[in-house]
């Protein structure tokens, strides 16, 4: 288990021959009513397990949302395999079979909840990882291969001629006009698990000058750049160049936190998410 096979890479590209963009979004955010109200067309869903990312009843609601949104052929990953799971081989297969049904899509849209440890990280703000702590979290899921993930960060969209930053660009226009009018950057760290930590790992972070913290986005961002190397002997297009647009939504900024709490904070948003979603894709620059 873990990263696919090339009989069942060429098994998906047979049954799901289409070019999708790629969209990450927390389980409690894949609000079908939310996201069809913003625009998104379902055509079918199709569950984790039917791909063998199997290990528990928790994930059996977990499905691959196929549809178009403004015209735009896209595969939604209505929740994902998290850091916190200790599955590492699922991990990896999940992003490989995301990246397999996207197709030779170059764009993916990765929105994970975070919780906020600087005050300018409130509940309800969209933060912009301008970079990312993770030494010291044991990566298995890589198999032993160093990928930086940092890199994707980075990326300046050199298309056209142009060479402004049109990740900051794109997620701004979207916030234009909505209750959230402005995107914060922020230092985000990787923990473990999905608990936010108490008071006095708050205070730990606090004095290293991070912004936010979550078992998401930086496991996503390295094993989006570890399948590229790996798939690229299958037939893949060696100059494939995913393009990432990742922000992170606080959903906690307390020192005592409940992870039923933050759960159901999710939820109340997931409006939010579709609405901000939906103007990202219908953008004329993305």
Same mark, same amino acid.
């Given at each position: 288990?873990?990263?696919?096979?090339? /009989? /069942?890479?060429?098994?998906?590209?047979?049954?799901?021959?289409?070019?999708?963009?790629?969209?990450?979004?927390?389980?409690?955010?894949?609000?079908? /009513?939310?996201?069809?109200?913003?625009?998104?067309?379902?055509?079918?869903?199709?569950?984790?397990?039917?791909?063998?990312?199997?290990?528990?009843?928790?994930?059996?609601?977990?499905?691959?949302?196929?549809?178009?949104?403004?015209?735009?052929?896209?595969?939604?990953?209505?929740?994902?395999?998290?850091?916190?799971?200790?599955? $590492?081989?699922?991990?990896?297969?999940?992003?490989?079979?995301?990246?397999?049904?996207?197709? =030779?899509?170059?764009?993916?849209?990765?929105?994970?909840?975070?919780?906020?440890?600087?005050?300018?990280? #409130?509940?309800?703000?969209?933060?912009?990882?301008?970079?990312?702590?993770?030494?010291?979290?044991?990566?298995?899921?890589?198999?032993?291969?160093?990928?930086?993930? #940092?890199?994707?960060?980075?990326?300046?969209?050199?298309?056209?001629?142009?060479?402004?930053?049109?990740?900051?660009?794109?997620?701004?226009?979207?916030?234009?006009?909505?209750?959230?009018?402005?995107?914060?950057?922020?230092?985000?760290?990787?923990? $473990?698990? $999905?608990?936010?930590?108490?008071?006095?790992?708050?205070?730990?972070?606090?004095?290293? =000058?991070?912004?936010?913290?979550?078992?998401?986005?930086?496991?996503?961002?390295?094993?989006?750049?570890?399948?590229?190397?790996? =798939?690229? $002997?299958?037939?893949?297009?060696?100059?494939?160049?995913?393009?990432?647009?990742?922000?992170?939504?606080?959903?906690?900024?307390?020192?005592?936190?409940?992870?039923?709490?933050?759960?159901?904070?999710? /939820?109340?948003?997931? =409006?939010?998410?579709?609405?901000?979603?939906?103007?990202?894709?219908?953008?004329?620059?993305?």
């Amino acid at each position: 288990m873990g990263r696919l096979q090339k /009989e /069942e890479l060429q098994r998906i590209f047979a049954d799901h021959d289409t070019d999708r963009i790629g969209v990450i979004l927390d389980q409690e955010w894949a609000d079908p /009513e939310a996201l069809k109200a913003s625009g998104f067309k379902a055509i079918k869903s199709t569950c984790f397990t039917e791909f063998g990312i199997d290990f528990g009843q928790a994930y059996d609601s977990h499905k691959f949302m196929f549809g178009t949104w403004h015209g735009k052929q896209v595969i939604i990953s209505q929740g994902r395999v998290c850091l916190g799971e200790n599955q $590492p081989s699922m991990l990896r297969r999940w992003m490989s079979v995301l990246i397999a049904l996207m197709g =030779n899509s170059r764009r993916i849209v990765i929105m994970g909840s975070a919780s906020g440890i600087s005050t300018d990280a #409130e509940v309800g703000t969209f933060v912009l990882p301008r970079g990312l702590i993770s030494a010291h979290i044991p990566q298995p899921y890589l198999c032993g291969v160093g990928v930086k993930s #940092e890199h994707l960060l980075w990326d300046y969209h050199e298309e056209s001629g142009q060479s402004e930053r049109w990740r900051e660009y794109i997620f701004s226009e979207a916030l234009s006009g909505t209750p959230h009018d402005t995107i914060t950057n922020g230092l985000h760290m990787l923990i $473990p698990g $999905p608990g936010y930590g108490g008071v006095c790992e708050r205070q730990l972070w606090q004095s290293q =000058n991070v912004d936010t913290v979550s078992c998401s986005l930086d496991p996503e961002l390295r094993l989006i750049a570890l399948e590229r190397m790996d =798939n690229d $002997p299958y037939g893949h297009n060696p100059e494939k160049d995913i393009r990432v647009f990742a922000t992170l939504y606080v959903t906690d900024d307390q020192d005592d936190p409940k992870q039923r709490l933050t759960a159901e904070q999710a /939820e109340t948003r997931s =409006n939010d998410i579709a609405e901000f979603l939906s103007k990202v894709l219908s953008s004329s620059h993305f």
